[in-house]
């Protein structure tokens, strides 16, 4: 019988199949070999597939992008670690103007499939560095997929999706929820669709849209809202590159009402595009204007402050009920 596993178990055994599977699948990263990943995501790997297909790297982030999208073109399909979103940065260079531009530049002689794996969000009390939910900046980037799975089904399917892509994907996993959320997963490598937002709750009133760990914040608001006699749609976007707005506006032309909730900070985020397609194409079944629930627009605090800096149930509960004038 299939026991239930974590998110961060469902990552490693992704991995695991796709290697399996595919001779081409490559892991690289820093300690993601002998140690296995700070989170242990790759743990045993190495003693699985060997040295040649599980590389530990030097600190370097921009060698680790590089080092990717070379191997990338040259028929390898490279998944690289970075240690902590906030890490990311000095591979910017690469991902955007090489990954994200391989095909249109190259006039699809080279591919890029490549994926960028990093843990992002906050909640495990670690400096601001190591807590950045900065998914917009990459969303941003034509060429480049973004991908955030919000339970271990979800990271296990949509993983091996990334790794078959032949588009380079940031993949970012919510290590909040990495060890505290667990379900069954069949290691059957099943594969779900990359653009492909799901409905995980059924409603009738207001349209809740989120993702990542928010997501599990946002359903236990929307749980707490039946005592209002409220019901709620709740949408898990899974990919924010490209945004999959089938199910939004279906749901937002039923409910007429809808907010967004994220843990990203408010400004030029990732809810204010699906606020801006929501007015563009289903404007009219609005019945008041959409809601805006994230964190403020400062930097992650430390330790002592971090859980009054992302929304909790309980203030998305009182956000809703103020902005839709309940209860």
Not at 30 to 45: K, S
Not at 52 to 57: G, H, K, S
Request: charged letters at 20%; a neutral charge.
């Amino acid at each position: 019988m299939t026991k239930p596993i974590t998110l961060l178990q469902a990552v490693n055994l992704a991995m695991h199949r796709a290697m399996q599977e595919n001779k081409d699948v490559v892991i690289l990263g820093e300690d993601i070999a002998i140690n296995g990943g700070v989170f242990r995501a790759t743990e045993n790997l190495l003693e699985s597939f060997g040295p040649v297909r599980v590389i530990d790297t030097p600190l370097a982030e921009s060698l680790i992008a590089g080092m990717s999208i070379g191997m990338a073109t040259q028929g390898l399909r490279p998944v690289a670690e970075f240690q902590f979103m906030g890490f990311i940065y000095p591979a910017f260079d690469h991902i955007i103007n090489h990954a994200s531009r391989m095909r249109h530049r190259t006039r699809s002689r080279l591919q890029c499939p490549l994926v960028f794996r990093a843990p992002f969000g906050g909640g495990i009390q670690a400096p601001e560095h190591h807590s950045e939910s900065t998914e917009a900046l990459f969303a941003h980037i034509p060429g480049l997929r973004v991908v955030i799975p919000s339970s271990p089904k979800a990271a296990y399917g949509l993983l091996l999706a990334a790794i078959d892509s032949n588009d380079p994907v940031i993949f970012l996993e919510p290590k909040r929820i990495y060890r505290s959320i667990k379900e069954k997963v069949d290691d059957d490598g099943k594969r779900w669709q990359l653009d492909q937002a799901r409905k995980v709750k059924d409603g009738k009133d207001i349209t809740l849209i989120s993702w990542g760990a928010m997501l599990h914040e946002t359903l236990e608001a929307a749980q707490q809202l039946e005592k209002y006699n409220v019901s709620c749609d709740v949408i898990d976007l899974l990919s924010i590159s490209p945004i999959d707005m089938i199910p939004i506006l279906t749901s937002v032309k039923k409910t007429g009402q809808c907010a967004i909730i994220h843990e990203a900070v408010k400004t030029c985020g990732v809810g204010a595009e699906l606020i801006a397609r929501i007015q563009e194409n289903a404007f009219e079944y609005l019945k008041k204007p959409i809601a805006r629930i994230t964190s403020p627009d400062t930097i992650v605090p430390y330790a002592a402050n971090e859980q009054i800096f992302f929304p909790n149930a309980a203030v998305i509960l009182q956000n809703i009920l103020k902005h839709f004038n309940i209860g």
